[in-house]
């Protein structure tokens, strides 16, 4: 839906509008938990201004409604020997075959990522590898498991990447 100015059209209803009053308090405990996930509720609470009992009560409602869908670490790639980062569209081989590219391709957990795309490539990968070696026989891989053509593009640097969305 698009939102205009004109009365009785209708407008984009904002997710979080929908789940507090006050989803400004919401938006901030958001942002901070995305920053540092692991802040205590009284880290939380001088940050958003309210009391810890009431943070601790406004993320428990946004995990019960999904908004907040788990916690994890962020591990650096290069301390764990991966890296090389690479997307790699495929396109099939066959178009008549089925589209099942991202179930044959699951058990390859050098791709971080798989997303559907518009345009001549049906999906693109994102990959994190060891070398050029490893990337060279991943993408034999993925051409087998999904019987696909692949067109890779090698990451030089990442300014930012996995920003949070609030």
Not at 51 to 70: D, N, P
Request: aromatic share 4%; net charge negative.
């Amino acid at each position: 839906m698009t939102s205009s100015n004109w009365p009785g059209d209708p407008v984009a209803a904002d997710p979080l509008d929908k789940l507090e009053p006050r989803a400004d308090v919401d938006r901030a405990l958001l942002a901070a938990l995305a920053r540092d996930g692991r802040a205590s509720y009284t880290e939380l609470a001088a940050q958003v201004g309210l009391s810890v009992s009431a943070v601790h009560q406004r993320v428990r409602r946004l995990e019960q409604r999904g908004v907040i869908t788990g916690y994890s670490a962020r591990v650096d790639p290069k301390a764990v020997g991966l890296p090389m980062v690479a997307f790699v569209s495929i396109t099939p081989i066959d178009v008549a075959q089925p589209d099942d590219a991202p179930s044959r391709l699951a058990h390859l957990t050098a791709i971080e990522a798989c997303h559907s795309v518009a345009g001549p490539d049906s999906y693109m990968l994102k990959v994190r590898v060891a070398s050029p070696d490893a990337l060279e026989g991943l993408l034999a891989e993925i051409r087998a498991a999904a019987n696909v053509t692949t067109r890779t593009t090698v990451v030089l640097s990442t300014f930012y990447e996995d920003r949070p969305p609030v």
